[in-house]
């Protein structure tokens, strides 16, 4: 996964939230849950230990482009 691209804005995100490329690659690797958007874009989601929020996501296109990253994530049904 170190081929990841990230977006000016997700990067700007991260370090507003304090979210780091090792959890990106963490949440990745196991996620929680996946919510697919389109044919190549989802969001994949994971509740992290030790962080207040209560769940982490990123939008990713392609499996490799992250466009932002979230959290306070909430799953809509």
Known sequence: MSSLI?????V??????????DLIIDL???PDGRIKQTMDKEIIYKKI?????????VVIVGKKEILTVMNFF???L
Do not use: P, V
């Open 12 to 21: 700007q995100r991260m370090e507003q939230r304090k979210i780091t490329h």
């Open 74 to 76: 909430e799953i809509k």
């Open 49 to 57: 230990k030790n962080r207040s929020d209560n769940l982490i996501a």
């Open 6 to 10: 990230y977006t000016d804005h997700a």
């Open 28 to 30: 990745l690797a196991s």
